[in-house]
């Protein structure tokens, strides 16, 4: 029965001992239950979906059902961004196991590793401050049943899972009514931020990650400094009536560090981190989002100071009005508690939220009121500077070769992300172990860029003499037409390994620049056709399909220089998609941009018509290197190249 107000101080003190015993009891039961299932060998069941995080558990032979099955380089990944809480490496079976913590939940984790990895690895994983132990004898008892450490683990596990049981039954009898739990009930404030990494369990833990692991977003970050000083002492922010917010909106792309951010101030202002997911709601029952939401403030209120971290936010934020679609009820249910919550903070100013987001323009208005997430904070995808940054942090803690550039890198890198550049030191290093030497060179991060970019090489395809030959022509084209024009950026590398779907590739720096020019776009479209134009120089009219990606990637272009940037011949301004498809606008777009293709297609003809010779040496020279530098192509195409750029009346000057 639910206490009414009146008689909450007797009522829940009898309803708090009653529950208390209940929960004895139901570990009681729970221990003879589990005597009860070792004695018939049934496996330890998965925690239940949904449990609070269980930061200690140690892997469990019988956890492997359930256990994630990760790779080595997302578990390197995952403990790099903190979310691997403990590791068991087995030199034994070559695997490692243990907890991983995702969007507030822990999960058992499996991954295997090479034969002889595990001193890299554990080095590794202690780097990430990782609790490691290293084992070589798991089969010991033959994986039939538990150790008496491990049964411990798993009872204390479950009378964790019992109390967090408790909790949500007390808070039904209880009642909220939007204001924190009443004294008796909540949990023991501890008085000290600096003590929740001790004992409060995974619930309530300090991050260990700090500002200067986060790197190339220096703005965001000095505005969060101002918070930290905030969190860490509020008087002199109180004395001088300055209020801060309580909701900062992290607005950017997926693996730029919002999370790593979030967690970077909580971990400087050494205050306990709570996080959740929020596109784990969307499918979810009605109710359980908005449960999972206050149970999340519930817990974050039982500490003096907290950071709540809503990663996701457009998944329950979007605004109401313009998805007025069935189905939207969890949705909905979920926002608004979330608005309760946030709204619920009155003048303490002891939790701050931050929230995630790529799409701020649909959120709902009501999120972006003053009191809730009134400041937005861009955490975009980082600039040259910045991912020679992040490419720094990442290298100094490897061994590494004096030969590896990270300006260069850097520059080959445009468009990746802090998580991208992440996982590329990270792919070199593994390549780097696998070589045998332990040292990434260069020759270690250009194989890791492609991996990354392009998916690991196809060793093991059997590509016949002529396709190879063709896609050498095919690339060459690319590649020879991006040196020759000036508006264009000169290719990077140029390869005729098969990667993923690709034949062969031929890499350009992405456009780090805001702004595009009409020159620049349209050598963009003719280095896209010169695979094309090049084929025919060697099939005549019977070329491949090699060109479709080409095609796809020139006409999307082709199509936004019409209807957006007014580049085309109709002229400036903007056409919306719905009148490209029907209509007199449609067929003027539409032959707007066959004029730009068969422009750029032209183009491309007329650079390399000429130059067969050129185009005959690199394509030999592909045949048997298999991969060329930006370098090698220059030495390769000097010859031919002032004589081609003459004959170009597009070309201010040779590029080459
Ligand atoms: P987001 O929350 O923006 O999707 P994350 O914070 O989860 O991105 O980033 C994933 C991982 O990528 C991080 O744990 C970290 O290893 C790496 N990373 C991303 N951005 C940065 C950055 N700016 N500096 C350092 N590492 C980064």
Same mark, same amino acid.
């Given at each position: 029965?639910?206490?009414?107000?009146?008689?909450?101080?007797?009522?829940?003190?009898?309803? @708090?001992? +009653?529950?208390?015993?209940?929960? =004895?009891? /139901?570990? !009681?039961?729970?221990?003879?239950? #589990?005597? &009860? %299932?070792?004695?018939?060998?049934?496996?330890?069941?998965?925690?239940?979906?949904?449990?609070?995080?269980?930061?200690? @558990?140690? +892997?469990?032979?019988?956890?492997? =059902?359930? /256990?994630? !099955?990760?790779?080595?380089?997302? #578990?390197? &990944? %995952?403990?790099?961004?903190?979310?691997?809480?403990?590791?068991?490496?087995?030199?034994?079976?070559?695997?490692?196991?243990?907890?991983?913590?995702?969007?507030?939940?822990?999960? /058992?984790?499996?991954?295997?590793?090479?034969?002889?990895? &595990?001193?890299?690895?554990?080095?590794?994983?202690?780097?990430?401050?990782?609790?490691?132990?290293?084992?070589?004898?798991?089969?010991?008892?033959?994986?039939?049943?538990?150790?008496?450490?491990?049964?411990?683990?798993?009872?204390?596990?479950?009378?964790?899972?019992?109390?967090?049981?408790?909790?949500?039954?007390?808070?039904?009898?209880?009642?909220?009514?939007?204001?924190?739990?009443?004294?008796?009930?909540?949990?023991?404030?501890?008085?000290?931020?600096?003590?929740?990494?001790?004992?409060?369990?995974?619930?309530?833990?300090?991050?260990?990650?700090?500002?200067?692991?986060?790197?190339?977003?220096?703005?965001?970050?000095?505005?969060?400094?101002?918070?930290?000083?905030?969190?860490?002492?509020?008087?002199?922010?109180?004395?001088?009536?300055?209020?801060?917010?309580?909701?900062?909106?992290?607005?950017?792309?997926?693996?730029?560090?919002?999370?790593?951010?979030?967690?970077?101030?909580?971990?400087?202002?050494?205050?306990?981190?709570?996080?959740?997911?929020?596109?784990?709601?969307?499918?979810?029952?009605?109710?359980?989002?908005?449960?999972?939401?206050?149970?999340?403030?519930?817990?974050?209120?039982?500490?003096?100071?907290?950071?709540?971290?809503?990663?996701?936010?457009?998944?329950?934020?979007?605004?109401?009005?313009?998805?007025?679609?069935?189905?939207?009820?969890?949705?909905?249910?979920?926002?608004?508690?979330?608005?309760?919550?946030?709204?619920?903070?009155?003048?303490?100013?002891?939790?701050?939220?931050?929230?995630?987001?790529?799409?701020?323009?649909?959120?709902?208005?009501?999120?972006?009121?003053?009191?809730?997430?009134?400041?937005?904070?861009?955490?975009?995808?980082?600039?040259?500077?910045?991912?020679?940054?992040?490419?720094?942090?990442?290298?100094?803690?490897?061994?590494?070769?004096?030969?590896?550039?990270?300006?260069?890198?850097?520059?080959?890198?445009?468009?990746?992300?802090?998580?991208?550049?992440?996982?590329?030191?990270?792919?070199?290093?593994?390549?780097?172990?696998?070589?045998?030497?332990?040292?990434?060179?260069?020759?270690?991060?250009?194989?890791?860029?492609?991996?990354?970019?392009?998916?690991?090489?196809?060793?093991?395809?059997?590509?016949?003499?002529?396709?190879?030959?063709?896609?050498?022509?095919?690339?060459?084209?690319?590649?020879?037409?991006?040196?020759?024009?000036?508006?264009?950026?000169?290719?990077?590398?140029?390869?005729?390994?098969?990667?993923?779907?690709?034949?062969?590739?031929?890499?350009?720096?992405?456009?780090?620049?805001?702004?595009?020019?009409?020159?620049?776009?349209?050598?963009?479209?003719?280095?896209?056709?010169?695979?094309?134009?090049?084929?025919?120089?060697?099939?005549?009219?019977?070329?491949?399909?090699?060109?479709?990606?080409?095609?796809?990637?020139?006409?999307?272009?082709?199509?936004?220089?019409?209807?957006?940037?007014?580049?085309?011949?109709?002229?400036?301004?903007?056409?919306?998609?719905?009148?490209?498809?029907?209509?007199?606008?449609?067929?003027?777009?539409?032959?707007?941009?066959?004029?730009?293709?068969?422009?750029?297609?032209?183009?491309?003809?007329?650079?390399?018509?000429?130059?067969?010779?050129?185009?005959?040496?690199?394509?030999?020279?592909?045949?048997?290197?298999?991969?060329?530098?930006?370098?090698?192509?220059?030495?390769?195409?000097?010859?031919?190249?002032?004589?081609?750029?003459?004959?170009?009346?597009?070309?201010?000057?040779?590029?080459?």
């Amino acid at each position: 029965m639910a206490a009414v107000p009146e008689q909450r101080g007797r009522g829940h003190g009898r309803t @708090a001992r +009653a529950l208390t015993r209940l929960a =004895t009891l /139901a570990t !009681t039961t729970a221990f003879a239950v #589990l005597g &009860a %299932l070792a004695v018939v060998g049934v496996s330890w069941p998965a925690p239940p979906a949904g449990a609070a995080p269980l930061g200690h @558990a140690k +892997a469990h032979p019988a956890a492997s =059902t359930a /256990a994630e !099955t990760l790779s080595l380089s997302s #578990l390197l &990944a %995952l403990g790099k961004g903190g979310s691997i809480r403990t590791a068991v490496v087995d030199t034994v079976t070559d695997t490692v196991s243990g907890t991983v913590v995702r969007s507030g939940r822990a999960r /058992a984790y499996r991954a295997s590793f090479p034969d002889g990895y &595990a001193p890299n690895l554990t080095n590794q994983l202690l780097a990430d401050k990782v609790s490691v132990t290293a084992t070589a004898a798991t089969t010991g008892a033959g994986g039939q049943g538990a150790s008496g450490g491990e049964w411990m683990i798993a009872m204390l596990v479950l009378f964790m899972v019992a109390m967090i049981g408790v909790g949500s039954v007390r808070r039904r009898l209880g009642g909220r009514g939007g204001g924190p739990a009443p004294r008796g009930l909540r949990p023991q404030s501890p008085t000290n931020p600096a003590g929740f990494t001790k004992g409060r369990g995974e619930q309530a833990q300090v991050p260990a990650t700090r500002f200067a692991d986060v790197a190339g977003v220096d703005e965001a970050v000095d505005v969060f400094r101002e918070l930290v000083a905030y969190l860490r002492d509020p008087e002199p922010f109180k004395v001088a009536g300055a209020d801060l917010p309580h909701g900062y909106l992290l607005v950017g792309p997926p693996g730029t560090g919002k999370t790593l951010l979030a967690r970077a101030v909580a971990g400087e202002a050494g205050v306990p981190f709570f996080a959740v997911g929020a596109s784990e709601f969307v499918e979810s029952y009605v109710g359980v989002g908005a449960a999972r939401v206050r149970s999340l403030f519930d817990r974050a209120r039982s500490v003096p100071a907290a950071i709540v971290f809503v990663d996701e936010l457009d998944a329950i934020g979007r605004s109401r009005s313009a998805h007025a679609v069935p189905g939207n009820e969890e949705r909905e249910s979920t926002l608004n508690q979330l608005l309760v919550e946030m709204d619920g903070f009155g003048g303490s100013g002891s939790i701050v939220v931050l929230a995630a987001t790529n799409r701020p323009d649909i959120l709902d208005a009501a999120l972006l009121r003053p009191g809730r997430f009134d400041r937005q904070i861009a955490v975009p995808a980082p600039d040259r500077l910045g991912r020679a940054r992040i490419l720094g942090l990442y290298l100094e803690r490897r061994s590494v070769a004096d030969d590896v550039d990270v300006a260069s890198l850097s520059r080959r890198t445009s468009g990746f992300t802090g998580a991208d550049l992440s996982n590329l030191v990270n792919t070199a290093a593994l390549l780097a172990v696998r070589a045998g030497t332990g040292v990434i060179t260069t020759a270690e991060l250009d194989e890791a860029l492609a991996t990354v970019a392009l998916g690991p090489a196809r060793t093991s395809a059997v590509v016949a003499d002529e396709d190879r030959r063709i896609t050498a022509w095919h690339e060459s084209g690319h590649a020879l037409v991006g040196l020759w024009l000036e508006d264009a950026d000169d290719p990077i590398t140029v390869s005729i390994v098969p990667r993923g779907p690709a034949g062969g590739v031929t890499w350009f720096p992405g456009h780090d620049a805001p702004f595009m020019t009409r020159r620049q776009a349209k050598a963009q479209l003719a280095v896209a056709m010169a695979g094309r134009a090049a084929e025919e120089l060697l099939l005549g009219d019977d070329f491949t399909q090699g060109g479709a990606q080409d095609f796809r990637a020139a006409t999307d272009l082709a199509r936004r220089m019409v209807t957006e940037y007014g580049m085309g011949s109709i002229g400036p301004g903007y056409v919306p998609p719905e009148e490209t498809h029907i209509g007199v606008l449609a067929e003027r777009v539409h032959d707007a941009t066959e004029e730009l293709l068969d422009e750029a297609l032209s183009t491309a003809r007329s650079l390399l018509g000429p130059a067969r010779a050129t185009i005959e040496r690199v394509v030999e020279r592909l045949l048997d290197e298999e991969t060329l530098d930006t370098a090698t192509l220059v030495a390769l195409a000097a010859p031919e190249a002032a004589a081609v750029v003459r004959r170009l009346p597009l070309q201010r000057q040779g590029a080459a």
